[in-house]
């Protein structure tokens, strides 16, 4: 989730003194660093990177960590995607941001979608990850983005439910709340524009297929999460078939590709 760097090496002591009061604007920005602002532009702000890795999740982004406590995630197009903090000083307007408590940021906020072990997100495009006594210790912007019907609080629950998603509800319901599936095949419903298809039987989905990243486990596991990660969480798995994890009595599976998680599936457990 972040942006753009800078550039002289003059300019980068009188920027880091700044940076300390620098705004929280959720879905916007940090400081003169904004989302899709160009690279060089944040360069010029923040001064060339300290550190500097590819992606993860898309090898076509890096990940680079500049002096002043930021991160920023730069796209394929050199682009500012998303925007890490950890400086002591970084707060919203209103004085929301390192240091808060989950309480303030609760009474300010609600309580957002869980997004991995002491982490939460809002949709106005900010997020908080705390440490072990409940205080924010890295902030995250990203663009907003609008709640989906269905998309609830986006957990995946092995062998229930992924957001408000759940295994045995009707299908009606789905369509009701998205239109037809623009997709079937027998008896499988996808919605593409949602990265998620069904597996339906007499009108009841028996099992939730997810290719986004935008549903996550409790403890932070979703598409692009690494094979070793999955196994750290949920063990060897008992059914290796075609390379993938995946865990019968437990109602869910991970296919991969290659070491990275590209597709969660969740149905009934199999006893």
């Not at 300019?11 to 916007?28: D, E, R, S, Y």
């Not at 941001?97 to 609760?106: E, I, P, Y």
């Not at 939730?208 to 996550?216: F, V």
Request: glycine share 12%; net charge positive; aromatic share 8%.
């Amino acid at each position: 989730m972040t942006r753009r760097l800078f550039l002289v090496l003059l300019l980068l002591i009188p920027c880091l003194a700044v940076a300390q009061n620098w705004q929280l604007k959720p879905g916007t920005g940090y400081g003169p660093i904004f989302l899709n602002q160009n690279q060089a532009d944040a360069e010029a702000a923040l001064g060339p990177p300290i550190s500097t890795k590819a992606s993860e999740s898309d090898p076509e982004s890096s990940l680079r960590t500049y002096k002043g406590d930021v991160l920023l995630l730069i796209n394929g197009k050199k682009k500012v995607l998303g925007i890490t903090t950890w400086s002591p000083n970084a707060r919203m307007a209103s004085g929301l941001g390192m240091g808060s408590s989950v309480a303030q940021v609760r009474t300010a906020l609600g309580s957002g979608l869980q997004r991995g072990p002491q982490q939460v997100a809002y949709s106005n495009g900010i997020g908080f990850a705390y440490d072990s006594s409940g205080t924010v210790e890295r902030v995250f912007i990203f663009k907003a983005e609008a709640q989906s019907a269905l998309q609830g609080d986006r957990l995946i629950v092995a062998g229930k439910r992924c957001g408000d998603l759940k295994v045995g509800m009707a299908v009606s319901e789905v369509e009701s709340a998205w239109g037809a599936a623009p997709k079937k095949d027998g008896k499988n419903y996808s919605w593409p524009d949602k990265f998620v298809s069904l597996l339906v039987d007499n009108g009841q989905v028996m099992a939730i297929t997810i290719t986004t990243g935008d549903y996550i486990s409790p403890k932070g596991l979703k598409a692009g999460s690494t094979k070793g990660e999955v196994v750290k969480i949920y063990g060897s798995a008992p059914d290796t078939t075609g390379g993938n994890l995946i865990y019968p009595k437990r109602g869910i599976a991970f296919y991969l590709a290659g070491n990275s998680v590209s597709t969660i599936q969740v149905f009934s457990p199999i006893k």
